[in-house]
Nanobody, 124 residues
């Protein structure tokens, strides 16, 4: 099973930036899609962005379009999420996940491998 390890979370003020990283132990068929999800206290986990690791296609939730950028470094088996213009409502635990299909769907049910999460806190 592919191991996923997130890093880069922290606390920033509104308008600030953070870059999250997700290191995969290896790329396999099960990492066809790599995605970022987030879950705030008392809320359901939601999809934020995803990338097709084969052709680099990217997908975003409407709430983060224009502010977040997902990218990858295949040589390092690592995915990134650059988060700019952060808002207090972006505060959540952010999870990296892998799926063998469904990159554009951004739904939990498509993803089978999950990291432990990294906390992002944005203060006003």
């Amino acid at each position: 099973q592919v191991q996923l390890v997130e890093s880069g979370g922290g606390s920033v003020q509104s308008g600030g930036s953070l870059r999250l990283s997700c290191a995969a132990s290896r790329y396999t068929r099960s990492t066809y899609c790599l995605g970022w999800f987030r879950q705030a206290p008392g809320k359901e986990r939601e999809g934020v962005a995803a990338i097709n690791t084969r052709d680099g296609s990217t997908y975003y939730a409407d709430s983060v379009k224009g502010r977040f950028t997902i990218s990858q470094d295949n040589a390092k088996n690592t995915m990134y999420l650059q988060m700019n213009s952060l808002k207090p409502e972006d505060t959540a635990m952010y999870y990296c996940a892998a799926a063998s299909a469904g990159c554009a769907v951004l739904q939990n049910s498509w993803y089978s491998n999950w990291g432990q999460g990294t906390q992002v806190t944005v203060s006003s």
